[in-house]
């Protein structure tokens, strides 16, 4: 896949608001929630210190409270914070012309939920012709609605737009997209990188190295069963 340029993208946060469950979620979900929170704070930051530009939604404030604290100090305060009545943020004329005043046609998501709002917003975004590349490890779902799935995050992973590892959208952790943001550079998994091939030279050396040690091995077997043969 082509690489991400910095120049290109843009940032949105999609509803990142701590309340958005309420009392509704404890345990391990909640402490995920939190994880994933400061993941995208850290992101926000990343991005403010590389100017990238951010736009950041909501969905119900009087309600799910505002956004993360954290993330809002990450920003530049010049970034926009909008109301988001619907699921998906493309359906919303004053934030898709905020997104598209910025110049940028990349877009990096990140926030929640991942299944819903976070979705709909990329397919959204990916219709309206822009590239998206959702922060995997910086959106969140709670009730195993992010399980894994063979091939990504469910319809959006469909669309090529989230967890589609070489499609058009792709799912990549802050720490992933920031970095090729900034050196531009492919992002392979340590898994997934190949052997580096021993140099001409080497191979050569080594072969008759090996060779050497054969014959040496050869030579003390021949004369064990010539020394055996002598005593019989």
Avoid at 88 to 114: F, H, W
Avoid at 142 to 162: M, T, Y
Avoid at 170 to 185: D, F, I, K, T, Y
């Amino acid at each position: 896949m082509p690489l991400i340029a910095r120049e290109d993208s843009l940032l949105v946060v999609v509803d990142l608001q701590p309340r958005f469950w309420g009392d509704r979620i404890n345990g391990d979900d909640l402490r995920r929630s939190r994880e994933v929170a400061a993941r995208a704070a850290w992101l926000a930051g990343a991005a403010s210190a590389l100017g990238i530009p951010a736009v950041v939604t909501e969905e119900e404030r009087e309600h799910n409270g505002p956004t993360d604290a954290a993330l809002i100090a990450a920003l530049h305060a010049a970034a926009p914070v909008f109301t988001k009545p619907v699921f998906g943020l493309a359906a919303c004329a004053d934030i898709i012309e905020a997104i598209s005043s910025t110049g940028r046609r990349t877009a990096v998501l990140a926030g929640y939920e991942t299944d819903v709002c976070v979705t709909h917003s990329a397919i959204g975004l990916r219709e309206a012709g822009y590239r998206v590349v959702v922060a995997e490890d910086a959106v969140f779902s709670p009730f195993e609605a992010q399980a894994p799935r063979p091939g990504g995050h469910g319809r959006s992973a469909v669309l090529g737009c989230a967890d589609g590892r070489g499609h058009a959208g792709v799912a990549e952790g802050p720490g992933q997209v920031l970095r090729r943001l900034h050196e531009r550079q492919p992002r392979i998994r340590r898994a997934d990188r190949p052997r580096r091939p021993w140099p001409v030279a080497r191979a050569g050396r080594l072969a008759r190295g090996r060779g050497h040690r054969d014959r040496q091995r050869g030579q003390c077997r021949r004369r064990e069963q010539a020394h055996k043969r002598g005593r019989e």
